[in-house]
């Protein structure tokens, strides 16, 4: 059985075509609760992930796995048409954890690609490269958790896209949203999970950069008050204005936001007002500036010592959260 490929975006997107029924990257059909790839083009310059935020983007694509084994690259990009050569695809969504514990992700693609959960590289597989496989492993607590993968093709004989996943104890199988779907009703969710997210941004010196702080939790266990500690990289960021500003999410809840510093790399948050739970959803907003000092490289903003209060007064403490902040030269 044939699938339907990709259905370009805009003027001069991909064509429609028909490929042999098998592991593909993706069809123009929504997968509820799945991946959705988003498709860029780009030139034989880039020798790396270009940065897909200054891109135009070419088309999207769902999915629930990635399973694209090693192939002839002359048998075309499964999932994709009329491009065989220098573009990118940047899947993202969520995963639900049942059983907490430490994972370990296996990426393996031609050309490069890179794994985030949760905000943080877990395996970076970059770079132009025939078939190779990296390893990288997070420890998990239980609920929602969001995932990246970026992936881009040059040039050459072979494509290939396949992640892996290992639970405790468990063995190596194709990773697939299906298998890490939350239950159906969130009031029976057993985890509050991770719930606070860091963005990550990709930037280069002297640039302004904006970092978004997010709550993902149950809604039977939405918290009413949270306070937490930015910890971020002074040496590279300048924090610009007053201090952070109070998100969407947060403002529609009726709450209202504090933070003041307690070191030059450091801030403590403290977001209250009322017993209505905070919606999930944009909390709070950093505004930095990348020094002009700054040197290409990769660094984090982290939360840390994060706590929450619950509408019936239970406190609970929250998992660490990082977001990446990517330094690209001029």
Known sequence: MASLIIAGIGTGGLAIAQHPAGPTFGTTVVVPGGLLGVIYYFGPLFKFLPDFQRLDPRGVIYTSNLNVTGRSFREGFPGVTGRYEWFGIDYSGQFWIEKPGPYRFELSSDDGSRLYVDGRVIVNNDGVHTPETRI????????????????????????????????????????STDEFKPPPDPATWTYLGQVLHVSSVTSAPGE???I????????????????WEVV?????????????EIGGAAMESGKSLKC??????????????????VANGLIAIFHFKLRTTAGAGTSAVRIEKAEAV???SKEQTLSDAEGTVTIRQR
């Open 136 to 175: 990288g492993a997070v420890l998990l607590d239980g609920g929602i958790h969001q995932i990246r993968v970026s992936y881009f093709k040059g040039t050459g004989d072979c494509v290939e896209l396949v992640l892996r996943a290992a639970g405790p104890g468990e063995d190596w199988r194709v990773f």
């Open 208 to 210: 302004r950069v904006r």
């Open 212 to 227: 978004e702080i997010s709550l993902d939790s149950a809604a039977a266990r939405a918290p009413s008050a949270l306070k």
């Open 232 to 244: 971020f990289p002074a040496q590279l960021l300048e924090l610009e204005g007053d201090g952070p």
């Open 260 to 277: 003041s510093g307690r070191k030059p790399y450091s801030y403590a948050c403290t977001l209250s007002g009322g017993q209505n739970p």
């Open 310 to 312: 619950t509408a019936n």
